[in-house]
T-cell receptor
Framework: AQTVTQSQPEMSVQEAETVTLSCTYD???????LFWYKQPPSRQMILVIR??????QNATENRFSVNFQKAAKSFSLKISDSQLGDAAMYFC??????????FGAGTILRVKS | DSGVTQTPKHLITATGQRVTLRCSPR?????VYWYQQSLDQGLQFLIQ???????AKGNILERFSAQQFPDLHSELNLSSLELGDSALYFC??????????FGPGTRLTVL
């Protein structure tokens, strides 16, 4: 069964600094999709970034980028120039069977001013 | 705004009762997914519907059921509610492999 592990329950970053959130997953598939979701205090789940496993190029979306290491089954999220609005719970997710997602336990990101 | 709508935003009810949560997917999306987020279980997939048909089942209790109507809105029915059913229930929709787009959720409190 596919599993997603986020080993950092909580992280802190200074405003304007860079932070990296870790995620590892387990799968026997060769082609799959990975996602990062942000859940701010409003509890809305917001799609931050997606990565297709067959693409070697790491996905980027403005200040958000990923470091996708397929052989290591690692999918970390880097947030550059952190802003107060980035404070949230971040979930890593793996897509299985159609569009069902398996989520990690989440990492709380705190941004200090 | 994801384009997925859910009602109501909050529900407070008593043990043993039954409630219905409603979801409308994004325009053009045929699939609807229901997820439960509780403090100790994280985000758990419950069930998926595609164009009115049940497509996949996850960790959904027998006391829970869902359906998707011809206009593609979906309802999640929770019955014989227990304290442990208190959670945030999300609906999501998708097209292709873009990922899931989540609604704002319904917070259910069972007293």
């Amino acid at each position: 069964a596919q599993t997603v592990t986020q080993s950092q329950p909580e992280m802190s970053v200074q405003e304007a600094e860079t932070v990296t959130l870790s995620c590892t997953y387990d799968t026997s598939e060769s082609d799959y999709y990975l996602f990062w979701y942000k859940q701010p205090p409003s509890r809305q789940m917001i799609l931050v970034i997606r990565q297709e496993a067959y693409k070697q190029q790491n996905a980027t979306e403005n200040r958000f980028s990923v470091n996708f290491q397929k052989a290591a089954k690692s999918f970390s999220l880097k947030i550059s120039d952190s802003q107060l609005g980035d404070a949230a719970m971040y979930f890593c997710a793996y897509k299985i069977d159609g569009n069902k997602l398996v989520f990690g336990a989440g990492t709380i990101l705190r941004v200090k001013s | 705004d994801s384009g997925v709508t859910q009602t109501p935003k909050h529900l407070i009810t008593a043990t043993g009762q039954r409630v219905t949560l409603r979801c409308s997917p994004r325009s053009g999306d045929l699939s609807v997914y229901w997820y439960q987020q509780s403090l100790d279980q994280g985000l758990q997939f419950l069930i998926q519907y595609y164009n009115g048909e049940e497509r996949a089942k996850g960790n959904i209790l027998e006391r829970f059921s869902a359906q998707q109507f011809p206009d593609l809105h979906s309802e999640l029915n929770l019955s014989s509610l227990e304290l442990g059913d208190s959670a945030l229930y999300f609906c999501a929709s998708s097209v292709g492999s873009q990922g899931l787009f989540f609604g704002p959720g319904t917070r259910l409190t069972v007293l």
